[in-house]
């Protein structure tokens, strides 16, 4: 596609439950990252999938969360048991691997536990 | 251990004047230095970057300006337009290593007419 799309655009979810965030990224980029922006703070790393290689999970703030990515193509954030924490908005982007310009970013989910 | 900081959460600046928007890193090994604009729900926006081998990079009314022995980069907007009120990323990485970057946590611009 023309650009980074993520679905859904809103969740709003009750404690406990599992949450599935999608991300499609733009054709041809080998690179993928996972991102959050909680309220009032800055884009805090996830999770980065290169190509073939093993992802970068160092971010994910606990083993509540879990990312898959199919290919070169579309991953899935997974955050189970959600807790208020959790809230945020979770921003997708990708970029050829040695791109100049960085990162596309999709415009992200905005997640909502209560 | 934040690597790349905006010390300024939030700066107000009147139509027409300049805005300046700063960060500081502490990582030595970064090199590659862009600034991304994000407003409201949506995703944030390439909007400038600089190389370590500059000092200024210019680009319209948007310059970036790096000082590697500081450790320090300025975004420079004149001259500034309500338009770019939004919430100003500097991000880094270091290109050799990968095309990972390290976000600063932010600076809402807000400029007045």
């Known amino acids: 596609g023309a650009g980074v799309s993520q679905s859904p655009s809103n969740k709003v979810t009750e404690k406990g439950k599992d949450v599935e965030l999608r991300c499609d990224p733009i054709s041809g980029h080998t690179a993928l990252y996972w991102y959050r922006q909680r309220l009032g703070q800055g884009l805090e790393f996830l999770i980065y999938f290169q190509g073939n290689s093993a992802p970068d999970k160092s971010g994910l703030p606990s083993d509540r969360f879990s990312a898959e990515r199919t290919g070169e193509s579309v991953s899935t954030l997974t955050i189970q048991r959600t807790q208020q924490e959790d809230s945020a908005v979770y921003l997708c982007?990708?970029?050829?691997?040695?791109?100049?310009?960085?990162?596309?970013f999709g415009s992200g989910t905005r997640l909502t536990v209560v | 251990d934040q690597q790349v900081k905006q010390n300024s959460p939030s700066l107000s600046v009147q139509e027409g004047r300049i805005s300046i928007l700063n960060c500081d890193y502490t990582n030595s090994m970064f090199d590659y230095f862009l600034w991304y604009k994000k407003y409201p729900a949506e995703g944030p926006t390439f909007l400038i970057s600089?190389?370590?081998?500059?000092d200024k990079n210019e680009d319209g009314r948007f310059t970036v300006f790096l000082n590697k022995s500081a450790k320090h980069l300025s975004l420079h907007i004149v001259p500034s337009q309500p338009g770019d009120s939004a919430v100003y990323f500097c991000?880094?990485?270091?290109?050799?290593?990968?095309?990972?970057?390290?976000f600063g946590g932010g600076t809402r611009l807000m400029v007045k007419p």
């Open positions: 600089i190389s370590s081998i500059k």
């Open positions: 991000a880094a990485t270091d290109y050799d290593a990968g095309n990972m970057l390290t």
């Open positions: 982007a990708s970029s050829l691997r040695r791109e100049l310009y960085g990162y596309t």
